[in-house]
């Protein structure tokens, strides 16, 4: 039920909100004064509070001031009979959802209070888009010390201290999006929204309403106007994934945005302004768009300040136990069942294997093993890989890969003192551990380079 608290000295004022807003199915409290409010404000919780300016005792504007300092989210719409430009500014200065001046018209109290209830209901998506993908994407959530995954790393600490414009590179499933939302959720703003948008999931007319908004009318079905995601990220960060797939009008607008920091709703006649940072994924690199035609170089150019790639799997494969280790933690404690480990063979297969759907597809396999292996031990035939490899990939010359977890270890280690051409100090940082667990594994290992 969405609640709705008027507060007002005229009794008939209360009435007429009362049985109004009730008629339209909100659940409705009245008081007469500010005091009053403030007791129900607790004990009613409701979304919107409508109070008078001018009353008795405290006044619509201290009020306001009151429930906005013990809670930042409270929408209030302020309604006064005295109209001048000082009590206009004071109320939407101390945070006011809106401002209405007497005598009020019913259909546009409907109108407002519909309105308030609908961006609340945008501003909890948003939340809890945000603390979930705080929770799940972070850093620490990147896993690997392979050379070009630790070039990511320092590249995101970087990121995250500015607001440039970021583009990253990388095929499906090698984890742009942890990318970009480990750059928004280790900078200062961490605490704004991140909102991903998949350009490739909605039509041209569909993606520019999700990100700018529209008003009421703009095409069919547009029977209420709505704020787009440029205006409610805030300070936050908006991940535009596959905006190659995107048509030039589109193109264009978002060109204005990177460049003035403006945008036009859907149907809409007045510019709003965005402080949102712009974080653009692709699959293929844009230059190969630009020469076919497809995706404007000025673009290219605005998006591109920073580009970061991303590796395939198949080109980081000393990671793999890395994340095996680390993803099959996660997925048994999400299935709630007992600690798994693989077989020799097994993580031999994941090893050899070509992964053309990169992490996300690993993922996936060890996700299907726990839930297949009945006992401790996760065997080739839990895997579902055999005979997935393609003919041309089975064609190929075959490579020499680590045949255990021990192997694997002495191949990254060994490859990372190779590239640091033996500086144990440097690939001891590059791969994270100690300078003397370094040593016991290059003795115990009997590794050269």
Request: glycine residues 8%; aromatic residues 6%; hydrophobic residues 40%.
């Amino acid at each position: 039920m969405k609640r709705v608290l008027v507060v007002d000295d005229d009794p008939s004022i209360r009435e007429t909100f009362h049985e109004h807003l009730a008629s339209l199915g909100y659940e409705v409290r009245t008081v007469s004064s500010a005091e009053e409010a403030l007791g129900a404000w607790s004990d009613f919780e409701p979304g919107l509070v409508i109070t008078d300016i001018r009353m008795q005792g405290a006044s619509g504007l201290e009020l306001l001031e009151t429930l906005r300092r013990s809670d930042e989210d409270a929408d209030v719409l302020v309604i006064t009979a005295f109209e001048d430009m000082d009590t206009a500014v004071a109320a939407m200065k101390a945070g006011a959802y809106d401002y209405l001046v007497k005598p009020l018209d019913l259909d546009q109290i409907d109108l407002v209070v519909e309105r308030c209830f609908r961006d609340r209901s945008l501003r909890r998506r948003v939340r809890h888009l945000s603390a979930e993908a705080s929770g799940e994407h972070s850093i620490d959530r990147l896993v690997g010390r392979d050379p070009a995954m630790i070039s990511i790393y320092k590249l995101i600490g970087v990121l995250a201290e500015n607001r440039t414009t970021v583009l990253v590179i990388g095929e499906t499933g090698t984890g742009k999006e942890r990318v970009a939302r480990a750059i928004h959720f280790n900078s200062p703003r961490a605490h704004e929204p991140f909102m991903a948008v998949n350009c490739t999931a909605l039509t041209e007319t569909l993606l520019e309403s999700e990100l700018f908004g529209h008003v009421r009318g703009a095409f069919t079905g547009a029977v209420q106007s709505r704020k787009g995601f440029f205006e409610l990220a805030g300070m936050g960060t908006i991940l535009l994934d596959e905006v190659g797939s995107t048509g030039g009008g589109f193109q264009a607008k978002l060109l204005r945005i990177l460049e003035d920091r403006e945008f036009y709703p859907v149907g809409g006649e007045r510019p709003r302004r965005t402080e949102a940072r712009v974080i653009a994924a692709s699959q293929r690199p844009l230059e190969e768009l630009v020469d076919e035609g497809t995706f404007r170089a000025d673009l290219l150019f605005r998006l591109k300040v920073v580009e970061v790639r991303v590796p395939p799997l198949r080109d980081r494969r000393g990671d793999i136990p890395l994340l095996v280790r680390h993803l099959l933690g996660r997925i048994c404690a999400e299935l709630h069942r007992e600690a798994l480990e693989l077989s020799d063979d097994a993580l031999d297969e994941l090893i050899s294997y070509d992964w053309p759907g990169n992490v996300r597809e690993l993922e996936h396999a060890l996700t299907r093993a726990a839930v297949l292996a009945r006992g401790p031990l996760i065997g080739v035939e839990h895997l579902g890989l055999r005979g997935s490899t393609s003919e041309e990939a089975g064609a190929r010359e075959p490579r020499a890969v680590p045949r255990t977890m021990a192997e694997a270890e002495a191949a990254h280690v060994q490859r990372i003192l190779h590239e640091a051409r033996g500086n144990k100090r440097k690939s001891a940082r590059i791969l994270g551990i100690s300078r003397a667990r370094l040593d016991r594994i290059i003795e115990r290992r009997g590794l050269s380079w």
